[in-house]
């Protein structure tokens, strides 16, 4: 859809140059402008669209605090093998 504007753009200069109504040059001018404007805006408006993710990808507040906790409990066991570990093993000397 912005390419149609830019197509817009190139026609309405195209009938600005080929005019010889002032009237209608400023017309065109002016449309050429506003089209040349709505295709810039379509098209970046585009690429912020696909740089960003999916909403669908989001993860929901009741799926985030699960794997929260998660994660909490692998660090809780990881740290309860660490001193299980550090318990059975003989001191050494520094």
Known sequence: MPW?????????LAIAFKTTSVAVLV???L????FALAWLMGALARRIEDRTG????MID???LQRLREQAEARRAAALA????????DPARPG
């Open 4 to 12: 149609l504007y830019l197509l817009l753009a190139v026609a309405a």
């Open 27 to 29: 017309i065109c001018l």
């Open 31 to 34: 449309a050429a402008l506003g």
């Open 54 to 57: 999916s909403p669908a990808m």
């Open 61 to 63: 507040p009741v799926e």
């Open 81 to 88: 093998d660490a001193g299980a570990q550090a318990a059975q």
